[in-house]
Each structure stands twice: as C-alpha cells, then as structure tokens.
C-alpha cells in the first residue's frame, strides 16, 4: 500500500471515530463540565498512548527538544475539545458535525499561510462544495435563516473551536521532526492534558466524580480511546503522507456517520431537506479523492 493510500485508510477510520463523540456528546454535555469530562478524556487516551510508546521503547531523547511544540499542538487540540462539548449542550449533534466540515476549507487556508500548500481548482470546487453543504445543514435548510445569519449559539461555539482543529493539521507536518506516530501523539495528548487541568482546575475540583451517570463514564471512554487515542494517531500519521486540505477531507463523511449514529439512538433523522446538505459534502470527498495526486505542494 502506497504512503498517500495508508493516509486515506487512516482518515475514513478517523472520520468514522469521530462521528459517535457528536452524539454521546449532545447526551452528556449539560451532566459535566467540558473542561473536567476533557482532563479525564486527556489523562486515559495518554494512558493508552504511553503504554504503548513505553512496552516499544519509550520516547528517545531526540524526541524531547523544543518540547514547546507538543504545548502549542496539546493546547489547538484540549481548546477545541472543550468548546466542542460546550457547543453540544445547546447545538444539534447533526449541525454540530456540519460545521465539522468546514473544517478543509480551513485547513487548506492554513496549509497555503504556514505551508505554501497549494490548492488545485478541482479541490477548491470540492472545497466550496462542501462547505455550502455544511451551511445548509447549519442552517437547516432555511433559506432566510442564512441570509439573515441566524447561527445558533452552539454551532459558533464549536465553530471557533473548529479553527483550532484546522490549524492543527498543517502544524503538525511544520513540527514534527521526525518523530514516530505513537512517541509524537504520547507527547501532544501529555501536553494537551497539562493545558486543560490548568484551565479547567475549578471544574475538576468541583465535579462529584463518584456520581456522574454510567452514560457519562461511557461517553468518557469512548472520546479517551475511540476519539482521542486512535484519532490523535490517525491524524498524525495522515497528516504526515496528505496535504493539508485532503486529510481532513474526510470529515466530509462525519455528518452521514453522524446521522447513522442519531438513527441507531432512536433520535430519528432531520428533513430530506437537511440531508440534502449532507449529499453536498459527500460530493467534495468524493471531488477531492479524484484529485489524488495532482495537489503540487511546495514547502
């Protein structure tokens, strides 16, 4: 398997990952603080990752200097978890994972600014399509709703948090130096936990641990190990053989991974409308896989 197909592989399991945090998020946002339920997500996927990196060798000396990389990439990724989940208390995990995916057309913005990445006009069309998509789910398919704007509070929440996400992706082809996937993912998630427990000390302190629903230990682990630990790996080691913009292409899945997930929790399905919005961003992965290739990146 070629470098650029390890990649997709890696993404579609990514994309498929993430698609059950919207979901068991929307349920157990109001029960927890986000940036508690994050320093506990944080402290088992670096668990899972360390034990990992230890029984292989642990983490070289090489892999230590200029350890504020790992702080800048910890702190985009524990900022865009914890706004994720406080958009969830207000915002629909569909329209959640809509504004997901505009998460491309950020990234291939970042990826031209920090990485000259440049941007074929076949991915820029599958860009713009997908980010139309994306705005029509976020608005519900309510022509007047977008042209006044009218953006719910928890889709602009996890907007801004989106932003850290995108920026992360061309970060981590500028940081690494030659780290493995596992040894660079360890440190991140290490750094990312240092950044949320500074943040979030109140909440952890204030959060009666011992009574928290099963529901929420369960949302829990499954964001620390399904949608922390795998997709941190998945990302790094994608990111390390894609552009930018095709990395996070993917995400162009999560709402249709999103609704199976609404579907199988017995909360129905949004208007043929809304879903319309969902075929538009299926359309721009697909767009952007027939651009395999042809991306010229110049670093």
Not at 90 to 102: H, K
Not at 139 to 156: M, N, S, T
Not at 195 to 212: C, E, P
Request: aromatic share 12%; charged share 10%; proline share 5%.
């Amino acid at each position: 398997m070629t470098r650029p197909a390890q990649g997709h592989l890696a993404m579609l399991a990514f994309s498929a990952l993430v698609a059950g945090s919207f979901s068991l998020g929307s349920l157990v946002a109001n029960e927890i603080a986000p940036a508690a339920l994050n320093t506990m997500r944080f402290f088992i996927a670096g668990a899972a990752l360390g034990a990992v990196v230890f029984a292989t060798g642990g983490i070289p000396r090489k892999a230590l200097r200029a350890p504020w990389r790992y702080l800048v990439l910890g702190g985009l990724f524990a900022f865009y978890f914890v706004m994720m989940f406080e958009g969830l208390k207000t915002a629909n995990p569909v329209s959640t994972s809509a504004v997901f995916t505009l998460n491309p057309l950020m990234s291939a913005i970042f990826g031209w600014l920090i990485l000259r990445q440049v941007t074929t006009p076949r991915m820029a069309l599958a860009l713009a399509i997908g980010a139309a998509g994306a705005l029509w789910v976020v608005f519900r398919a309510d022509l007047d709703r977008l042209l006044a704007f009218e953006v719910g509070q928890g889709e602009l929440i996890f907007f801004v948090g989106s932003i850290a996400h995108a920026l992360y992706t061309p970060m981590v082809r500028l940081l690494n130096r030659g780290e493995s996937a596992f040894v660079f993912s360890f440190c991140t998630v290490a750094a990312g936990f240092l950044m949320v427990s500074i943040w979030g000390w109140r909440d952890i302190l204030v959060t009666d641990w011992l009574a928290l629903p099963w529901l929420v230990w369960f949302t829990i682990l499954y964001v620390a190990i399904a949608a922390s630990a795998l997709t941190f790996l998945l990302l790094q080691f994608a990111a390390l053989r894609l552009p930018s913009a095709k990395v996070l292409a993917y995400t162009y899945l999560t709402p249709s991974w999103v609704l199976l997930w609404e579907l199988g929790l017995g909360h129905g399905i949004p208007p043929a409308l809304v879903i319309c919005g969902v075929g538009l961003t299926i359309m721009a992965l697909v767009l952007l896989l027939k651009d395999e290739e042809r991306v010229p990146l110049r670093v």
